[in-house]
């Protein structure tokens, strides 16, 4: 199996950026496609982002295209999820998610394994 450890979190101003870190340790890094998700009090954890075991494929929920990236590192064992022109509505905690199937099982978030989660607070 592998543990995650997301880092990087915090507060930031509306229109601001954060990068979120996810660092594995464990099973190999690079035969796991992870995901972000977030869950913000009193709502559903929802999908943010996922990126496939070499990046080759990479998908975003609509409420974060074109303001966040997913990358990974597999020689750092480490994912991360830049986000930029965050808003209100991005405050939750966030968590990093690894699966060994697939990209679209991984999305799902229902097989796999997770991280600790990371506060985000956007505010002014």
């Known amino acids: 199996q592998v543990q995650l450890v997301e880092s990087g979190g915090g507060w930031q101003q509306p229109g601001e950026s954060l990068r979120l870190s996810c660092e594995a340790s464990?099973?190999?890094?690079?035969?796991?496609?992870t995901a972000w998700f977030r869950q913000a009090p009193g709502k559903e954890r929802e999908f943010v982002a996922g990126i496939s075991w070499n990046g080759g494929k990479i998908y975003y929920a609509d409420s974060v295209k074109g303001r966040f990236t997913i990358s990974r590192d597999n020689a750092k064992n480490t994912g991360y999820l830049q986000m930029n022109s965050l808003k209100p509505e991005d405050t939750a905690v966030y968590y990093c998610?690894?699966?060994?199937?697939?990209?679209?099982?991984?999305?799902?978030?229902?097989?796999?394994?997770w991280g600790q989660g990371t506060q985000v607070t956007v505010s002014s």
């Open positions: 998610y690894a699966d060994l199937g697939p990209l679209e099982q991984t999305m799902r978030g229902n097989s796999g394994y």
């Open positions: 464990g099973r190999a890094f690079y035969s796991y496609a």
